[in-house]
Structures are given as structure tokens and as C-alpha cells.
């Protein structure tokens, strides 16, 4: 919270950006540990947005979050960016310093944190993961397990660009059909896709060929329990719902923003879920 004309600024740009729940956490943070900041919405619109984020540094802020749909125009403004973020071709945070605009993706550590807070135990090194969806966060999904040392197989109803993903990121890419096959002797799921998002078609996908020692992950949290988690845990499989990406990706930048690694604790879920 803001207390004097000290305080350190961040936010979130977006287009729209009033459904994030961005402002919610990071506030959140600020109030548990008692920093003097704030981190607001930004609804910047496409064709005004490099002069909207060259303007935020010498405004006083210490960064920003980019999301939709200015991910792939932030790694273009930028004049540093991460290895994740080259590798991604799009920048979700970024941190003004020494009169540049620092780009970083921290979108795959979000994801591996969050496989890691719900099954401390698992480990991709070797193992099978099937990736369904091409998008963004698959990019950053199968780039995480990737780094893992799993093998990454990526279904998507367009083939083409799951072997877009395959060329660009790593991967084998797998046709649409094939995919509830392709489950058998996998050790992760995960649905990149908006199937099974509120709103959109469901997603058909019988789970008969996945182990039941095998975690099953959904990126969205609209709703929580989608459901493909609701049948993963019918079934016995562990399910890491999209919420927990959310969270850990923020952490590394609310470090470079205000100086402290923050906790995903229980009551900082159930705050942000509030705000759904």
C-alpha cells in the first residue's frame, strides 16, 4: 500500500486488463509484508502501447506484467530480454533499470513451481509429458519440461503449429487424433488449450490409457476444477489446477520489484480466488 512518495510502483498492461487478478496478489503481498508500493491495472490499447511502457520508468515505476495482447510486442520493445523470454519470443515482465526496459518470461517457472508446490516428489527427467495446445503458454509449458529432461509430445487441433512449437521450442509434435493414445505411459498431462475453460467447448479427451501415477495439470483457472482435473482425481490421478502458475510466476518478479521473495501460501489463494 501507498504510504509516502517513496513508494515503488508496478502494474499489469493489458487490453482489456480489468479481469486480472494480477493487482489483487501483488497487493496482497505488499500489505502481508508491509511495503511501501503499490501495483495497479493498466489498460493500454495496442497502437498506444510502446509509448505507454517508454513513458512507466521515468514515471517512477519499478516494472511492469504484460499480458494479452502485448506479450510479443513487449520482447520487441525491449532492449534486454531473458534467455526465457528470447527462447519464448514474448516477455510477460518486465523491470525498468539504469534507463532501460529489461524483459524476462517467467511464465515456465510459474508452471514447474507450481507442479513442484503440489507434488514435491515429481520429476520429469526421463519421464513422458503430453502437451496438448500451441499457444503462449504451451511454449512456456513444454520449454519448462524441456528443461526438466522430460520427453515432450505436443497435440494440437491444428497440426501445423504444434510442429511450430516442436521447431521452435523442442518437442515432438503429435496429431489431434492420436492424443488420448498418446497418454499411454505418460507421466504428465497438461491442457494449454481454452477447452474446458468457462464458456468454451469442453474437452474430449478419455484418460483410459494414463497411468494413475501420472499428474494431470490444466494452465487456465476459470474454472478452478475444470473438468479434466474433476475426472483426473476421480480416477486417482494428482491434479494441479492452472491457479498455482499464476501465482509463482509472480514471484520472481515481485523480488525484482520490491526486494523480497514472497510466499504462495494458502491465505494468499484463497485472497486471490476472492476476487474471482
Same mark, same amino acid.
Given at each position: 500500500m501507498i504510504s509516502s512518495a517513496r513508494a515503488r510502483l508496478a502494474g499489469v498492461m493489458g487490453y482489456p486488463?480489468?479481469?486480472? !487478478?494480477?493487482?489483487r496478489l501483488h497487493n496482497f503481498w505488499l500489505d502481508c509484508y508491509g511495503i511501501d508500493g503499490a501495483y495497479v491495472p493498466l489498460p493500454v490499447a495496442p497502437? /498506444? %502501447?510502446g509509448a505507454a511502457l517508454r513513458a512507466l520508468g521515468p514515471l517512477? %515505476?519499478?516494472g511492469v506484467n504484460v499480458t494479452v495482447p502485448h506479450k510479443e510486442a513487449a520482447f520487441a520493445a525491449c532492449d534486454e530480454v531473458d534467455a526465457a523470454a528470447r527462447r519464448m519470443g514474448a516477455v510477460n515482465m518486465i523491470v525498468f533499470a539504469g534507463g532501460k526496459i !529489461?524483459? @524476462?518470461?517467467?511464465?515456465?517457472?510459474? %508452471? @514447474?513451481?507450481?507442479? @513442484?508446490?503440489a507434488a514435491p516428489a515429481w520429476s520429469g527427467?526421463?519421464?513422458?509429458?503430453v502437451v496438448l495446445g500451441a499457444g503462449g503458454g504451451a511454449r512456456a509449458v513444454v520449454a519448462a519440461l524441456l528443461d526438466e529432461g522430460a520427453e515432450v509430445v505436443i497435440a494440437n487441433r491444428t497440426m501445423a503449429r504444434a510442429e511450430a512449437v516442436a521447431r521452435d521450442i523442442g518437442g515432438t509434435a503429435l496429431d489431434w487424433a492420436s492424443r488420448a493414445r498418446a497418454l499411454e505411459g505418460a507421466a504428465l498431462l497438461v491442457n494449454t488449450t481454452v477447452l474446458g475453460m468457462e464458456g468454451k467447448e469442453p474437452l474430449d479427451l478419455s484418460l483410459d490409457a494414463l497411468p494413475k501415477t501420472a499428474l494431470v495439470a490444466d494452465i487456465v483457472y476459470a474454472p478452478l476444477e475444470t473438468p479434466l482435473l474433476l475426472a483426473a482425481r476421480a480416477r486417482g490421478n494428482v491434479a494441479v489446477d492452472g491457479l498455482g502458475m499464476l501465482l /509463482?510466476?509472480? @514471484?520472481p518478479a515481485f523480488a525484482a520489484w520490491f526486494g523480497r521473495d514472497p510466499e504462495v501460501s494458502a491465505e494468499l489463494r484463497a485472497h486471490v480466488l476472492a476476487g474471482r
Open positions: 486488463v480489468a479481469h486480472s !487478478l494480477s493487482p497502437e /498506444h %502501447f517512477g %515505476f519499478a !529489461l524483459g @524476462r518470461n517467467t511464465d515456465g517457472y510459474g %508452471f @514447474r513451481e507450481s507442479l @513442484r508446490a527427467k526421463g519421464k513422458k509429458a /509463482h510466476q509472480a @514471484r
